[in-house]
């Protein structure tokens, strides 16, 4: 079964086509990433405008890349919500009017479930896919907008187990990135620079929240600002180190929530995703500490843990 789908939640306009649930067949993705990062964050006008112009043509190549045209489509899938409201409504009404049209069935996905299904796809046979009867598992949602652990019985059964309580821990990373001067998006800047700043002298403090699997950032965060304030016009001080700690402090807090989750609900696989699925320090942990518990984790590929259509029509598959 072959499904086209579609995904503007927030600044990118995605299409692609998705054959039996896990082989990605075309993954297009138009960003409008650079007319906001002299804003220092996403402006969400911009965001809807750009998609309308690039959503014909993302669809239309996603076709193209996959040699088929809509004919070969099965159904259409495509992100109802979390994300933008303007930008939601572009994919959704794009969508909904090329149902129509073609008779195709329709099937609005939620956004932050399918971050989890990436996980579960292939873009090439290099690719270490999650097997499909892996389940139940725990699965870890990280992105700028979103911190969010869930119990996966199967593709229908998400259970939310915790949340942020403040900032999301990518948007954590973009504000200590503006506090140290670095630009947008903060992640992949204090990733490179974290690499190379380690130090041990340096300590941010993190929120347990004992007892809870929810998540707090901010205090994090606010620890940078007041450090930054006090230390930057002396000679010692150094961003790398600074971003190291920080870096540390947020991959700490995610992996330990992640594991703890893993052991209270007696699970065996561990999925991530979202854009800061991509750290490298957050790879690195988690799969170092995974395994002296036992349990096995899994990251989409890195084109796959950005926003992308490929998890929406993935996800979908199970739905029909």
């Given at each position: 079964?072959?499904?086209?789908?579609?995904?503007?939640?927030?600044?990118?306009?995605?299409?692609?086509?998705?054959?039996?649930?896990?082989?990605?067949?075309?993954?297009?993705i138009a960003s409008s990433l650079k007319d906001h990062q002299r804003f220092g964050g996403?402006?969400?006008?911009?965001?809807?405008?750009?998609?309308?112009?690039?959503?014909?043509?993302?669809?239309?190549?996603?076709?193209?890349?996959?040699?088929?045209?809509?004919?070969?489509?099965?159904?259409?899938?495509?992100?109802?919500?979390?994300?933008?409201?303007?930008?939601?409504?572009?994919?959704?009404?794009?969508?909904?009017?090329?149902?129509?049209?073609?008779?195709?069935?329709?099937?609005?996905?939620?956004?932050?479930?399918?971050?989890?299904?990436?996980?579960?796809?292939?873009?090439?046979?290099?690719?270490?896919?999650?097997?499909?009867?892996?389940?139940?598992?725990?699965?870890?949602?990280?992105?700028?907008?979103?911190?969010?652990?869930?119990?996966?019985?199967?593709?229908?059964?998400?259970?939310?187990?915790?949340?942020?309580?403040?900032?999301?821990?990518?948007?954590?990373?973009?504000?200590?990135?503006?506090?140290?001067?670095?630009?947008?998006?903060?992640?992949?800047?204090?990733?490179?620079?974290?690499?190379?700043?380690?130090?041990?002298?340096?300590?941010?403090?993190?929120?347990?929240?004992?007892?809870?699997?929810?998540?707090?950032?901010?205090?994090?965060?606010?620890?940078?600002?007041?450090?930054?304030?006090?230390?930057?016009?002396?000679?010692?001080?150094?961003?790398?180190?600074?971003?190291?700690?920080?870096?540390?402090?947020?991959?700490?807090?995610?992996?330990?929530?992640?594991?703890?989750?893993?052991?209270?609900?007696?699970?065996?696989?561990?999925?991530?995703?979202?854009?800061?699925?991509?750290?490298?320090?957050?790879?690195?942990?988690?799969?170092?500490?995974?395994?002296?518990?036992?349990?096995?984790?899994?990251?989409?590929?890195?084109?796959?843990?950005?926003?992308?259509?490929?998890?929406?029509?993935?996800?979908?598959?199970?739905?029909?």
């Amino acid at each position: 079964m072959n499904i086209l789908g579609i995904e503007t939640s927030c600044d990118e306009t995605a299409a692609s086509v998705v054959c039996g649930g896990v082989e990605v067949l075309s993954n297009i993705i138009a960003s409008s990433l650079k007319d906001h990062q002299r804003f220092g964050g996403i402006i969400p006008e911009i965001a809807s405008r750009r998609q309308i112009e690039f959503i014909h043509w993302v669809v239309g190549e996603s076709l193209a890349k996959a040699q088929m045209n809509i004919k070969n489509i099965d159904a259409i899938a495509v992100t109802r919500a979390p994300g933008l409201i303007g930008s939601l409504l572009v994919g959704l009404c794009f969508a909904r009017g090329l149902s129509r049209a073609t008779g195709k069935p329709l099937l609005e996905m939620d956004h932050i479930k399918a971050h989890l299904y990436a996980n579960y796809l292939q873009i090439s046979k290099e690719d270490r896919a999650c097997p499909q009867n892996q389940l139940p598992a725990v699965g870890l949602v990280v992105s700028g907008g979103h911190s969010s652990l869930f119990y996966v019985k199967d593709f229908k059964n998400f259970k939310l187990l915790g949340v942020t309580r403040d900032d999301a821990a990518g948007e954590a990373f973009d504000k200590v990135a503006r506090i140290l001067d670095l630009g947008y998006p903060g992640g992949p800047v204090i990733d490179r620079l974290a690499a190379r700043g380690t130090n041990q002298e340096i300590k941010f403090p993190q929120a347990p929240l004992t007892g809870s699997y929810d998540f707090s950032f901010s205090g994090t965060k606010t620890a940078v600002l007041y450090y930054t304030q006090k230390n930057k016009n002396k000679p010692d001080y150094s961003p790398a180190k600074v971003a190291y700690a920080f870096q540390k402090s947020v991959v700490a807090i995610l992996a330990e929530k992640s594991l703890l989750a893993c052991r209270k609900m007696k699970v065996k696989t561990l999925l991530i995703g979202g854009g800061v699925a991509a750290n490298s320090a957050l790879r690195a942990s988690l799969q170092a500490k995974a395994k002296t518990q036992g349990v096995e984790v899994f990251f989409p590929p890195m084109i796959l843990c950005l926003d992308n259509a490929a998890m929406i029509a993935g996800l979908a598959h199970h739905y029909i």
